[in-house]
């Protein structure tokens, strides 16, 4: 069935240092993708999206990379600090419908 | 500004018994989506309603209904609540465009004893 995935459940990352967060897909219809933060307790931050017809895209301090031809997609996030600790989740939407397919989400822990 | 309102925001519930949701979208959001999401587990879509009707329907139970009013706020039934059903449920909203962002709330926790 379609799935969204990450490959890494925890992230461990030094203030200041820039953090990637991987996510692939598995579904070639989606044409739609969005990577959100979870905080505790909170429901999903959008924070930044990007259809399929780009392979890059930049928000404030993040940044993220589409590659169509192995369905991956990933969230860089510059000089993490430590409001980033937080569960991200890529997610991703078919043109077929709205609905969110979320994949499984990365904790990032960010050490001072 | 406005966020998406969910009440309430924390809920026990026996077995058995029944549960009602409320969601109230980002005024002049006419789509609502309903997501349940269980301890460590991604949100899962359950469904969606734009302009009053359901638009999509994803993993939700039988036992579950759902609807939106005139006013675009709904509402998630939840009867013969089982052990399983206890997790976040959250409610998003939208403009209805193709890439239309959505914006959560901050979830209603049921808990089921």
């Known amino acids: 069935g379609e799935s969204v995935g990450l490959h890494l459940p925890t992230l461990s990352v030094q203030e200041g240092d820039n953090s990637i967060i991987n996510c692939a897909y598995s579904n070639s219809a989606s044409d739609y993708f969005i990577w959100y933060k979870q905080e505790s307790g909170k429901g999903p931050q959008f924070i930044i999206d990007?259809?399929?017809?780009?392979d890059k895209r930049q928000g404030q301090r993040v940044t993220v990379l589409l590659n169509k031809t192995v369905k991956h997609l990933s969230l860089q996030i510059a000089a993490t600090q430590p409001g980033d600790s937080a569960v991200y989740f890529c997610a991703e939407k078919s043109a077929a419908g709205n609905k969110l397919t979320f994949g499984g989400g990365t904790r990032v822990l960010v050490k001072p | 500004a406005a966020g998406v309102i969910q009440s309430p925001r924390h809920l026990i519930k026996e077995k058995r018994e029944t549960a009602t949701l409320k969601c109230y979208p980002i005024p002049r959001h006419d789509t609502v989506y309903w997501y349940q999401q269980g301890p460590g587990q991604d949100p899962q879509f359950l469904i969606s309603?734009?302009?009053?009707?359901?638009?999509d329907k994803g993993s939700i139970p039988d036992r579950f209904s759902a609807q939106q009013f005139s006013d675009y706020h709904s509402e998630l039934n939840m009867s013969s609540l089982e052990l399983g059903d206890s997790a976040l449920y959250f409610c998003?909203?939208?403009?209805?465009?193709?890439?239309?962002?959505?914006?959560f709330g901050p979830g209603t926790r049921l808990t089921v004893l």
């Open positions: 990007i259809r399929s017809n780009m």
């Open positions: 309603f734009y302009e009053k009707m359901q638009s």
């Open positions: 998003a909203s939208s403009l209805e465009v193709p890439t239309g962002e959505q914006f």
